[in-house]
């Protein structure tokens, strides 16, 4: 709702994504609205992320996992849709 928010204001203020704005957007859980609206963004991942934790919580309850584990990291999707313009 945020971002759909925000474009209809920069709309109704004439302000054009991207020649006067550049955007993107971080943590949408939704691809659909990216793609409506063509903002680009670093989409949430719940399969992924939610799996993971999920493992971590079950190792932690049977005692199989020690509490300084290292953490595991997932590289972040960038789905380019032009809301970025180049300088």
Not at 44 to 51: G, N, T
Not at 61 to 73: H, P, Q, S, V
Request: overall charge positive; glycine content about 6%.
């Amino acid at each position: 709702m945020f971002l759909n928010n925000l474009v209809a204001a920069t709309r109704q203020r004439g302000i054009r994504i991207p020649q006067d704005l550049s955007l993107v957007s971080a943590g949408t859980y939704t691809d659909s609205m990216g793609k409506r609206l063509r903002i680009d963004e670093f989409p949430l991942m719940p399969a992924e992320l939610c799996q993971l934790g999920m493992n971590m919580l079950v190792h932690l309850m049977d005692g199989t996992i020690k509490r300084k584990e290292n953490a595991t990291l997932i590289h972040p999707i960038y789905k380019q849709r032009g809301s970025i313009t180049s300088l």
